[in-house]
């Protein structure tokens, strides 16, 4: 729906109560509001504004003990219970490198914030602290647990409380995304010349954009020796091949503001209608099977040998979720996941049977 409809926010606290089983984004999206709209109306009741600034949160994240982290997309939900441990602030890129909570952030994309109490069906409150964009989209949560330290909780909302405690929410116009240059003129020597000369998977990402060219368009030029297409249903065969033999493995969603990474292994796997499910101790992924479009296993040399990931791109050719077996720097990519992801059904070979 047009995220540019506007209510009242009386109009939407009224909404929201009249429906208090549905979900926070499913209200959101039935108003054809923002979710930053939906708890910007909650001002003054069971939402506080405060300072968006990555690094003024993260330095104090520490202190807020174990907590759930939560990064999501369109069609992935990310989870990861633990604590923010060695936070490494930076203006461009900051980074979160705990032993559970693994985070690459983005500062510019964090544009609100607000402190959000309120009850559930049993009467507990419930304490987040909610980051959104300049359009009104979640970069990322954080959950308190009942080990949370809440006195450092009301310390932090305290002291990134903003004067400003609008109720109403205003989303930039809608992102725009430049799409991808014609095929035609995609040089797949030139970019097999670079992709093949990579040392490290950090330098994918600069090399599509030294070459102007889109992920999804790039892994369709290359060569099926670099990416090849998988049926989608490959990814609930490679989390249960995973778990099965206990793979350890990195799982990456993100948003515009984080990526969050899940690295170990998986073991319980559940599919639910159109959502595929981990739902283990510590790492809660949620995933819609049914917004994947197109999934490539990815060969990518570094300097201790190629690596293999396998990527889920949706229906605009963005990047869903990624997963890597898991490794050290200065290693070799485990034989096992290698070998996992290479057995998944291709999908020219099923499109041949």
């Not at 990814?235 to 948003?255: D, K, W, Y």
Request: charge should be negative; aromatic fraction near 6%; charged fraction near 25%.
């Amino acid at each position: 729906m047009d995220k540019s409809m506007r209510h009242n926010p009386s109009e939407i606290r009224a909404y929201r109560a009249a429906h208090p089983k549905l979900r926070e984004r499913d209200i959101a999206a039935q108003l054809g509001i923002c979710e930053a709209a939906l708890v910007a109306a909650e001002c003054g009741f069971t939402a506080v504004r405060i300072d968006s600034d990555a690094n003024r949160f993260l330095e104090r994240a520490v202190d807020l003990g174990e907590v759930l982290a939560l990064t999501r997309n369109e069609s992935a939900v990310h989870e990861k219970i633990g604590n923010y441990e060695n936070v490494q602030a930076g203006k461009m890129a900051a980074l979160v490198l705990g032993s559970e909570i693994d985070l690459r952030v983005f500062p510019s994309a964090w544009a609100h914030g607000f402190a959000v109490s309120k009850a559930d069906a049993e009467g507990t409150v419930r304490c987040s602290l909610q980051f959104f964009d300049k359009w009104g989209d979640a970069v990322h949560k954080v959950h308190l647990r009942p080990a949370s330290n809440k006195a450092a909780y009301n310390r932090i909302v305290e002291e990134l409380r903003l004067d400003d405690q609008s109720q109403d929410f205003i989303a930039e116009a809608g992102l725009s995304r430049d799409g991808d240059r014609p095929d035609s003129t995609v040089d797949a020597e030139e970019l097999r010349d670079h992709w093949t000369k990579l040392t490290d998977t950090h330098q994918f990402h600069g090399m599509l954009r030294k070459l102007n060219i889109g992920r999804r368009q790039a892994l369709h030029a290359v060569g099926d020796d670099l990416a090849w297409r998988l049926d989608p249903a490959g990814i609930e065969a490679m989390l249960r091949g995973s778990a099965e033999i206990e793979l350890p493995i990195m799982c990456f969603v993100g948003s515009r503001g984080v990526i969050q990474i899940h690295s170990g292994r998986v073991a319980n796997i559940a599919a639910m209608g159109p959502w595929l499910n981990v739902m283990d101790p510590t790492f809660h992924l949620h995933l819609r099977r049914d917004h994947i479009a197109e999934l490539w296993a990815v060969r990518k040399p570094t300097a201790d040998g190629h690596v293999t990931s396998l990527e889920a791109l949706d229906a605009k050719g963005e990047m869903v979720i990624q997963f890597f077996g898991k490794r050290k720097e200065g290693y070799a990519e485990r034989p096992e996941w290698r070998l996992l992801v290479e057995g998944l059904p291709r999908l020219d070979t099923i499109a041949a049977a």
